[in-house]
Every structure is written in structure tokens, then in C-alpha cells.
């Protein structure tokens, strides 16, 4: 029964710190881009064609 205790007050303390972590220096993410994207810019680039009949508007 002292097992059970003991990793059960090992969870809590870990979880806790996990938490703790998460909520005061939460991982930055590396897949987001270092500068702004000019979408409009990006479409005329590209030269899509004008409104199809399948388009919504």
C-alpha cells in the first residue's frame, strides 16, 4: 500500500510541475513563419483564374 502512495504523490508532484511549466514558459512553436506572408500578393503571383461557376461567393 506504501507503493501505491508513494507513486501516487510522484504523479501529482510531476503533473503538477508539468503544468506549472506549461502555464508560465509554454513552448514557442518553430513551424510558424519569421515574417508575414502578403496572401493577396501570393494570389496575383499566381494568376488564378477568374470566378468559376463552382466558386462560392
Known amino acids: ?5 508513494l507513486f ?3 504523479f501529482i508532484v510531476a503533473t503538477g510541475a ?3 511549466t506549461m502555464l508560465t514558459i509554454p ?3 518553430e513551424a510558424a513563419p519569421h515574417g508575414n506572408l ?3 500578393a501570393l494570389t496575383v503571383k499566381a494568376n488564378p ?5 463552382y ?3
Open 8 to 10: 501516487a504523490t510522484a
Open 49 to 53: 483564374p477568374m470566378a468559376l461557376g
Open 27 to 29: 513552448p514557442t512553436t
Open 1 to 5: 500500500m506504501r507503493n501505491l502512495g
Open 38 to 40: 502578403d496572401i493577396k
Open 55 to 57: 466558386d462560392a461567393n
Open 18 to 20: 508539468f503544468w506549472l
